[in-house]
């Protein structure tokens, strides 16, 4: 993650990074736990992506001001704390706005501070790069997540209740795939999207330069 | 909800409603470290200790910030209290296996980022569990964890040897067949029912 010749990206390249090349949820497969326990419909899964952007944003500025205060040995609890503050933040908020939406994402809203991507974002860009700078990333990084959580939760939400954003797509005759919004397909959802970058990938090898492999799944 | 009995809880949890399968928590390690039986093991025990320890702490936690009402700060300090257990966890394998240490590697300080052990302090909070209930529903959540990880292990190690396609190597089959998994133990669903 930490590349040593970070500092020569321009900042559309540095915003570009966690939508494309670093995805976090299809790349990095950071945060997959509210990636696949919230995306049963694309409401929810705009809802948890806004919400998790929210949080990076707040922590991500905060971590950047305290970048040359923090002593190294307490960095990772500072970080934590800062997150837990913008969670709490969120989940007041959440539940202010709209209760209904509070209740279908549930605990999921508190867990957005174990959300490794968040942690990993403030350890490897936010600790060791300028305001604007980590912030870019971090907008790049929070939409890269929200689109991925949509991807996930509009496919399960066509397949699994033939609607979109609770518009019936295909009439009454649509036998749902009810297993889509059940657990299972959680996983089988991913794995299929996985499965298809996975297949671009292979497909065009000329462009791997340009399209970094899944290496960094092992970073859970 | 708080009148279920102990075993229910603890069937349900650790089956019907598997921490890792049906409430997706936990899945960075279950992705990560289910690579090997011999670590995924060690690795389970591991988080079903910092789970009992976090459950324990979150009830005492939970007591206080009703007592003095700052609900506020609940979310803090639970997590606050995982990571130091994490710190402690990690200190006492230092000393007594570094072998373990050492193959759990990036894992360990990884189990505080570990959903499934706030999940726990989370989960008994909002279902307003008695103690002795909190102290059931982490344990089974911890024998979830882990069973759910060596299952896993136990398919990956066998995976290693059959050839597959370039394509699907890697993450996508992992998710697979954590998929098939979670449709087996969906085959659990209503054991223990009510929780």
């Known amino acids: 993650m930490a590349i040593p010749g970070q500092q020569e990206l321009t900042q559309l390249e540095n915003f570009m990074e966690g939508i494309w090349k670093q995805n976090p949820v299809f790349v990095m497969l950071l945060g997959l736990c509210p990636a696949l326990a919230v995306t049963v419909s694309a409401v929810n899964a705009l809802a948890m992506g806004a919400a998790t952007t929210f949080v990076l944003l707040g922590s991500t500025l905060l971590v950047s001001l305290m970048r040359n205060f923090v002593p190294k040995e307490v960095r990772i609890a500072t970080y934590i704390v800062i997150i837990a503050t913008f969670v709490t933040i969120v989940d007041y908020l959440i539940a202010a706005i709209s209760l209904e939406l509070y209740e279908a994402l549930g605990a999921f809203i508190q867990l957005i501070v174990v959300n490794c991507m968040i942690l990993g974002r403030a350890e490897a860009h936010a600790s060791r790069n300028a305001p604007i700078r980590a912030l870019t990333n971090a907008l790049g990084m929070g939409l890269g997540f929200t689109i991925g959580l949509f991807a996930l939760g509009s496919v399960r939400e066509i397949l699994g209740s033939g609607t979109l954003f609770g518009v019936s797509l295909f009439g009454p005759d649509f036998q749902p795939w009810v297993v889509m919004v059940l657990p299972p397909g959680g996983f089988f959802v991913l794995g299929a999207w996985l499965l298809v970058f996975n297949w671009w990938r292979n497909r065009t090898p000329a462009a791997t330069g340009t399209l970094k492999p899944a290496e960094g799944h092992s970073h859970g | ?195």
Do not use: D, H, W
Not at chain 2, 60 to 85: K, P
Not at chain 2, 94 to 109: D, E, N, Q, T, V
């Open chain 2, 1 to 195: 909800m708080a009148e279920a009995s102990l075993g229910q809880i603890f069937l349900a949890t650790v089956l019907a409603n598997n921490f890792v399968l049906a409430m997706f928590l936990g899945l960075c390690p279950f992705v990560g470290v289910s690579g090997k039986l011999n670590t995924a093991a060690p690795m389970g025990a591991a988080t079903t200790f910092v789970m009992l320890v976090a459950s324990l702490c979150a009830y005492g936690l939970n007591y206080l910030v009703t007592t003095f009402e700052l609900e506020f700060l609940r979310l803090i300090s639970y997590i606050v209290v995982i990571a130091s257990a994490v710190q402690l966890v990690e200190m006492v394998l230092k000393k007594y296996s570094p072998a373990l240490f050492r193959a759990l590697g990036i894992y360990l300080p990884l189990i505080t980022t570990n959903c499934a052990i706030l999940g726990v302090a989370l989960f008994q909070t909002a279902r307003e569990y008695s103690f002795l209930q909190a102290l059931v529903f982490a344990i089974a959540a911890g024998v979830g964890f882990t069973l759910a990880l060596v299952l896993m292990a136990g398919l990956r190690e066998r995976l290693n040897l059959a050839t597959v396609p370039n394509v699907v190597q890697g993450a996508a089959l992992s998710l697979m067949l954590a998929g098939l998994l979670s449709l087996v133990f969906m085959g659990f669903a209503g054991l223990g029912s009510g929780a």
